[in-house]
C-alpha cells in the first residue's frame, strides 16, 4: 500500500482505541516505518527489488520494532499499552501489503518466500477515499467522529472480502474458457469485475483480462518459454538474476537493436501496466565466442 493510506489507518485505529496524541503519534509512525527500506531505491534498484517487503515487512521485526517506542516511552504511557500501539500499526501495514500481489516475505529474514493474497492494488482508491472521507468529515462533525472511523474500516473489510470472493470467481471462470495447467489472476486498479490473468500450458504463458460482467475472457498476449544462448547469457548479468529471482512469471523476448540484441524480460503478472514497468533489457553482442553483455537496466 501507498505511505497516505497506511498514515491514515495508523491515525484512524489510533483516534478509536486513545485520546493522547504521544500514542497516536507512535501508531501512525508504527504503521509507516515498514516501509523504511524504500530508502534502497534510491542506492540501488536491484537492490530494493532484493530486500523490499523483506526483514522490516517479517514477523519478526513486527516483535521487535514496538520494543522501542515501549522502552522509550514507558514511564509516560505505560510499556505494555505503548507495545500493543506500536505492535498493531506495525502488524496492520503488514496485512494491508499482505493484500497487494506485489508480495510480502513475513517469514523474512528466516524464509525469503514472497507471499501475496492478490486482493488490491498498491494504490487503491476503495481503501484510500473511506479513510480520507472519514478523517476529513470527522474535522467537522467531531462528535461522529468515532462513527465515521468504524464505518470506514467496516466498509475496508468488506471491500477486501468481496474482492476475494470475485477472485475466486474469476478464476473459476478461467478455468471454464482456456486450457492450462496454472491460473493465476490479479487484481487491476479501479475494477471489480476484471481481472488480469496469466494462464501457462507447457512452454506458453497465455495474458489478459476475465470480464465477470460480460461474462468474457480476453487474450492480450501469447508468449513461448524460450532458452535460446541470448536469452540464457542473459541470466548472467546481475539485474536479470535480481529480477528472476521477484518474478512470478518471468518471460524473455529476444529483438534486433542495430548491431546488437536485446532480450527484453517481463513479469507477467504486471503485464497490464504501460511503459514496460517490472522489466529488464539487457543488450548483447555477437562474437565469435558468443554473446558478450554490453549493457542491462531494470525498470520497476
Same mark, same amino acid.
Given at each position: 500500500? &501507498?505511505?497516505?493510506?497506511?498514515?491514515?489507518?495508523?491515525?484512524?485505529? =489510533?483516534?478509536?482505541?486513545?485520546?493522547?496524541?504521544? +500514542?497516536?503519534?507512535?501508531?501512525?509512525? =508504527?504503521?509507516?516505518?515498514? &516501509?523504511? &527500506?524504500?530508502?534502497?531505491?534510491? *542506492?540501488?534498484?536491484?537492490?530494493? +527489488?532484493?530486500?523490499?517487503?523483506?526483514?522490516?515487512?517479517?514477523?519478526?521485526?513486527?516483535?521487535?520494532?514496538?520494543?522501542?517506542? @515501549?522502552?522509550?516511552?514507558?514511564?509516560?504511557?505505560?510499556?505494555?499499552?505503548?507495545?500493543?500501539?506500536? $505492535? +498493531?500499526?506495525?502488524?496492520?501495514?503488514?496485512?494491508?501489503?499482505?493484500?497487494?500481489?506485489?508480495?510480502?516475505?513475513?517469514?523474512?529474514?528466516?524464509?525469503?518466500?514472497?507471499?501475496?493474497?492478490?486482493?488490491?492494488?498498491?494504490? &487503491?482508491?476503495?481503501?484510500?477515499?473511506?479513510?480520507?472521507?472519514?478523517?476529513?468529515?470527522?474535522?467537522?462533525?467531531?462528535?461522529?467522529?468515532?462513527?465515521?472511523?468504524?464505518?470506514?474500516?467496516?466498509?475496508?473489510?468488506?471491500?477486501?472480502?468481496?474482492?476475494? *470472493?470475485?477472485?475466486?470467481?474469476?478464476?473459476?471462470?478461467?478455468?471454464?474458457?482456456?486450457? @492450462?495447467?496454472?491460473?493465476?489472476?490479479?487484481?487491476?486498479?479501479?475494477?471489480?469485475?476484471?481481472?488480469?490473468?496469466? @494462464?501457462?500450458?507447457?512452454?506458453?504463458?497465455?495474458?489478459?483480462?476475465?470480464?465477470?460482467?460480460?461474462?468474457?475472457?480476453?487474450?492480450?498476449?501469447? *508468449?513461448?518459454?524460450?532458452?535460446?544462448?541470448?536469452?540464457?547469457?542473459?541470466?548472467?548479468?546481475?539485474?536479470?538474476?535480481?529480477? +528472476? =529471482? $521477484?518474478?512470478?512469471?518471468?518471460? @524473455?523476448?529476444?529483438?534486433?537493436?542495430?548491431?546488437?540484441?536485446?532480450?527484453?524480460?517481463?513479469?507477467?503478472?504486471?503485464?497490464?501496466?504501460?511503459?514496460?514497468?517490472?522489466?529488464?533489457?539487457?543488450?548483447?553482442?555477437?562474437? $565469435?565466442?558468443?554473446?558478450?553483455?554490453?549493457?542491462?537496466?531494470?525498470?520497476?
Amino acid at each position: 500500500m &501507498d505511505p497516505l493510506t497506511h498514515s491514515l489507518t495508523g491515525f484512524t485505529l =489510533s483516534k478509536l482505541i486513545t485520546k493522547k496524541k504521544i +500514542l497516536l503519534f507512535v501508531l501512525i509512525l =508504527s504503521s509507516l516505518i515498514p &516501509d523504511i &527500506d524504500v530508502l534502497l531505491r534510491i *542506492y540501488n534498484k536491484e537492490l530494493f +527489488l532484493t530486500y523490499h517487503r523483506g526483514v522490516t515487512h517479517g514477523v519478526f521485526a513486527l516483535i521487535l520494532f514496538p520494543l522501542i517506542p @515501549a522502552t522509550l516511552l514507558y514511564k509516560k504511557t505505560g510499556f505494555l499499552k505503548t507495545y500493543f500501539i506500536s $505492535f +498493531l500499526g506495525y502488524l496492520t501495514h503488514i496485512l494491508l501489503d499482505l493484500t497487494n500481489q506485489y508480495g510480502t516475505k513475513i517469514l523474512s529474514p528466516i524464509d525469503n518466500t514472497s507471499y501475496n493474497l492478490s486482493l488490491t492494488f498498491i494504490v &487503491d482508491p476503495y481503501i484510500l477515499l473511506p479513510l480520507l472521507f472519514a478523517v476529513g468529515v470527522s474535522i467537522k462533525l467531531k462528535k461522529q467522529a468515532k462513527f465515521l472511523y468504524v464505518i470506514a474500516l467496516v466498509f475496508i473489510a468488506s471491500y477486501i472480502t468481496t474482492k476475494a *470472493y470475485l477472485k475466486v470467481e474469476a478464476k473459476e471462470f478461467l478455468k471454464q474458457k482456456i486450457e @492450462a495447467h496454472q491460473y493465476r489472476v490479479y487484481p487491476l486498479p479501479n475494477d471489480f469485475l476484471r481481472w488480469w490473468f496469466v @494462464a501457462r500450458f507447457h512452454e506458453e504463458y497465455t495474458t489478459g483480462f476475465v470480464d465477470l460482467f460480460t461474462k468474457r475472457v480476453y487474450i492480450d498476449e501469447k *508468449y513461448k518459454i524460450k532458452n535460446d544462448e541470448a536469452i540464457l547469457k542473459s541470466k548472467e548479468s546481475k539485474a536479470v538474476r535480481v529480477f +528472476l =529471482s $521477484f518474478a512470478k512469471h518471468p518471460v @524473455a523476448v529476444i529483438k534486433k537493436e542495430g548491431d546488437s540484441v536485446l532480450v527484453l524480460w517481463k513479469e507477467l503478472a504486471y503485464g497490464f501496466l504501460p511503459n514496460d514497468r517490472f522489466t529488464v533489457k539487457v543488450w548483447l553482442k555477437e562474437t $565469435f565466442q558468443g554473446y558478450r553483455i554490453i549493457n542491462s537496466h531494470i525498470k520497476i
